[in-house]
C-alpha cells in the first residue's frame, strides 16, 4: 500500500493478515498477484495453505503464476503434489513454467518423475526451465533421465542428454556415448559437449572415432575434439595431430583441436618422450 507525503509516494508495509485478506477476496487481480508475491518475500510458511488454495482455485493465471513462485521461494514439501498438479494440468503456460522451477527448488524424489514428464510439453519454455530443474535436483535424477534417452521426441533426448552432463553422475557415460550415433545432429551436438562434462577416459574411442568422420557434422567433430581436450586423454595426440596437419587452413574444427592438442600436452609433457621439442613445434601449426 502507498500513501502520499508532501506529494511523494510512501511505501506502506501491510500485516500478514491484510495480505490474506487480499489474497482471498480483493477483486483486483494486480492486489491479489502481489500479495501472494509479498508473501513468498516474507517467507512465513504460515502463507503456505493460502498460496496452494489460490495455485488450484483462482481463475487468473498471473495469480496462479504468483503463487507458484512464491510457494517454490517458501520450500516447504506441503505445496509439492499441488505444484505437481499444475506443472501436469495448468493450461497457462507461464504457472507451468513457474510450478517447474518452484519443484527445482523443492527437490527430492517425487518431483523428478512429473519433471522428466515435461520434458514434452507442448511448449518449449515448459521443457527447457524443467530441465532446468532436474539439473538443480542432482543425482536422484540420473535414472529417469538416462531412460528419457530413448524417448521418440528429438527435443526430449537432447534436454535429457544436456542434463546428464551437467549433473555429472558417471554412470551416463556408456548412455551418452550411444547418444553420439542419433540420428538428429542436436542430440549429437549435446552427446559430444556432456561427454566433456562427464569427465571420463571411457567416452575417449568413442569420441576420436566421431572427430575423425569426416561425413559427421562439423559443429559435432569440434564438439568431440573440444571434449578430447577436457578429457586430457594421451591417446587423442595422434588424432587430433593428423587432423590439423592434413587441413589446408584452420577453420573452427582444426582451431579447437590445435586447442585441445596444446592443453593435453600440457597436462601431460612430463610423460611424453620428446613433448618439451613438440610444445615447441606446435604454435607453428596456428
Known amino acids: 500500500m502507498a500513501i502520499s507525503v508532501n506529494g511523494k509516494k510512501k511505501q506502506v508495509k501491510k500485516t500478514f493478515e491484510e495480505l ?32 496452494i488454495d489460490v ?4 481463475k487468473n493465471g498471473s495469480v496462479r503464476l504468483y503463487a507458484a513462485r512464491a510457494l517454490g521461494e517458501l520450500g516447504d514439501s506441503r505445496a509439492t503434489i499441488h505444484l505437481i498438479d499444475s506443472l501436469r494440468n495448468d493450461r497457462n503456460v507461464d504457472v507451468r513454467v513457474r ?53 521418440e521426441k528429438v527435443n526430449v533426448r ?23 550415433y542419433d540420428e538428429w545432429v542436436n542430440v549429437r551436438i549435446y552427446a559430444v559437449t556432456s561427454l566433456g562434462k562427464l569427465n571420463d577416459i571411457k567416452a575417449v574411442p568413442a569420441l576420436i572415432e566421431v572427430m575423425k568422420n569426416a561425413d559427421e557434422n562439423e559443429l559435432v567433430r ?9 578429457l586430457r586423454d594421451t591417446r587423442a595426440l595422434l588424432p587430433l595431430r593428423e587432423l590439423i596437419m592434413e587441413a589446408e587452413e584452420l577453420g573452427e574444427l582444426e582451431d579447437t ?8 600436452m600440457a597436462a601431460n609433457w612430463q610423460s611424453i618422450p620428446g613433448a618439451t621439442l613438440q610444445q615447441k613445434k606446435t604454435p607453428a601449426m596456428a
Do not use: W
Open 55 to 58: 495455485l488450484k482455485n483462482d
Open 99 to 151: 510450478a517447474a522451477r518452484a519443484l527445482g527448488k523443492l527437490g527430492g524424489e517425487i518431483v523428478v518423475e512429473p519433471l522428466v514428464e515435461a520434458l514434452n510439453d507442448e511448449n518449449p519454455q515448459v521443457c527447457i526451465t524443467s530441465t532446468d530443474a532436474l539439473i538443480e535436483i542432482g543425482d536422484v535424477a540420473t535414472d529417469a533421465l538416462m531412460e528419457s534417452l530413448d524417448h
Open 222 to 230: 569440434a564438439g568431440a575434439a573440444a571434449a578430447l581436450g577436457v
Open 257 to 264: 583441436a590445435l586447442k585441445s592438442f596444446k592443453k593435453i
Open 158 to 180: 537432447c534436454d535429457a542428454t544436456r542434463a546428464l552432463g551437467e549433473i555429472g553422475n558417471k554412470k551416463a557415460v556408456d548412455k551418452i556415448i550411444n547418444m553420439l
Open 20 to 51: 490474506l485478506q487480499d489474497l482471498k477476496t480483493n477483486n483486483s487481480e494486480k492486489v491479489r498477484y502481489n500479495a501472494a508475491r509479498m508473501f513468498g518475500e516474507m517467507g512465513d510458511r504460515n502463507a503456505v495453505e493460502p498460496l
